[in-house]
């Protein structure tokens, strides 16, 4: 499906024979920290709104504009200083988003889009409206066991939660509820849609949790599917971002159920922990494709060029302090190994400080040594003594 001129998007075309672009990104994360690791080579310049100059990000930005994510006038002052803006976690102020869109800025994924995801229940409804196949959705449990869900603010589990009979008590909060599916496998696709209409898929991840923290623990790719569930879920997924008519990168969260369906769990509108494998095992990242899309530019290709495993560096249960990583000499001595150190200036338990993206040929090759650096991956917390 192509975009429109009507929607404005022609705007952001331009950008593709400019150099030096100026990109905006809402938040100071990890995420645009790689999102500017990968343009800075490309030409682009950064600004970034976020409220503390310790953040990952803003160690690399051009502009830095102080301020909360809900800060309207910062908003502002963002989206006028940039050519076109993007942001690297959802939980920002989508009416401010909004408006500096209704006065001419360009922000990509738009903000009406961003509106739909961060309402859980609406991003079903759109999604099942186009007929995209979602897990069963009900407003009010109406069997057991149901998994409950808030339709706002929720991450890494929080806001989700599963109801065994009507004795468990439900979470507070505005929420709904879903079936509760029997998955063999959760997966993932990273979907890029640019603003000239071009759309491309990474080949499917697969996404492993830890039990205690909820967290992603493990991405692996290529996904130990069959190649008939890797067409179909690239298929859903493309399909997915389209019925919300994204643009730039988004992560399709999926279930492979036990029957073999392909269920859409719910989709990011960014880059996405489970894309950062695309750094070292893709010719073109998750990122630099991401700047791509909201700039016009062509997308870039998207195979696998080995086999990969990344592992989130979490910091340890209990750590707290500045980060120290204690293994660091023996986890950089292996080969295959590359080590993505976020820079954060305190660890707390789980926060992710890092990643470590191991590749190799063979799949098992890389899951056997992505088992055998995990005691180097641990995060420790000490005193600040520099
Ligand atoms: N309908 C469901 N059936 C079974 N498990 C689910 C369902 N929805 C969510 N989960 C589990 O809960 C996790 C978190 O849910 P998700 O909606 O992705 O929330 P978050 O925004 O916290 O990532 C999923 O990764 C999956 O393991
Ligand atoms: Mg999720």
Request: hydrophobic share 40%; charged share 25%; aromatic share 4%.
């Amino acid at each position: 499906m192509g975009i429109r001129e009507s929607d404005g998007y022609n705007a952001a075309m331009p950008l593709a024979r400019r150099d030096f672009a100026r990109i905006g990104i809402l938040g100071g994360g990890q995420l645009g920290q790689m999102m500017m690791l990968a343009g800075i080579p490309l030409g682009f310049q950064f600004g970034i709104l976020t409220p503390s100059r310790d953040d990952p990000a803003a160690r690399l930005a051009l502009h830095h504009e102080p301020g909360a994510l809900d800060d309207d006038a910062a908003i502002h002052r963002l989206v006028s200083w940039a050519d076109v803006t993007t942001y690297e976690i959802e939980h920002v102020n989508t009416d401010a988003l909004q408006a500096a869109e209704n006065a001419g800025g360009l922000i990509l994924p738009r903000p009406a889009l961003l509106g739909t995801i961060n309402d859980k229940l609406e991003q079903k409804r759109v999604l099942q409206a186009a007929g995209i196949p979602v897990p069963g959705i009900a407003v009010q449990p109406q069997s057991y066991p149901i998994v409950q869900k808030l339709r706002r603010g929720g991450y890494d589990g929080r806001g989700v939660k599963i109801l065994r009979d009507d004795r468990d008590r439900p979470l507070d909060g505005a929420s709904y509820c879903e079936e509760l599916v029997e998955f063999e496998r959760e997966l993932a696709v990273i979907v890029a849609r640019s603003t000239s209409g071009e759309t491309t898929t990474y080949p499917v991840v697969e996404m492993e949790f830890d039990a205690d923290a909820n967290i992603c623990a493990r991405v692996i790719a290529p996904a130990r599917i069959e190649p008939s569930q890797e067409t179909s879920a690239r298929e859903v997924a493309l399909a997915a971002v389209e019925a919300l008519d994204g643009v730039g990168v988004l992560a399709v969260e999926l279930f492979l159920a036990r029957d073999g369906q392909i269920l859409v769990n719910e989709i990011a509108p960014r880059p996405h922990n489970s894309g950062h494998l695309t750094i070292e095992a893709c010719a073109t990242s998750q990122f630099e494709q991401h700047l791509r899309a909201i700039t016009g530019l062509p997308l870039g290709e998207t195979a696998l060029r080995s086999a990969a495993v990344m592992v989130n560096v979490l910091g340890d249960s209990g750590a707290c302090g500045r980060p120290r990583l204690p293994a660091i000499d023996r986890l950089l001595e292996r080969p295959g190994v590359h080590l993505h150190w976020y820079g954060k200036t305190e660890v707390r338990p789980y926060r992710k400080m890092g990643h470590v993206t191991v590749v190799a040929d063979d799949l098992d090759d890389a899951l056997t040594t992505a088992q055998e650096i995990l005691p180097e991956t641990r995060v420790t917390g000490g005193a600040d003594d520099r």
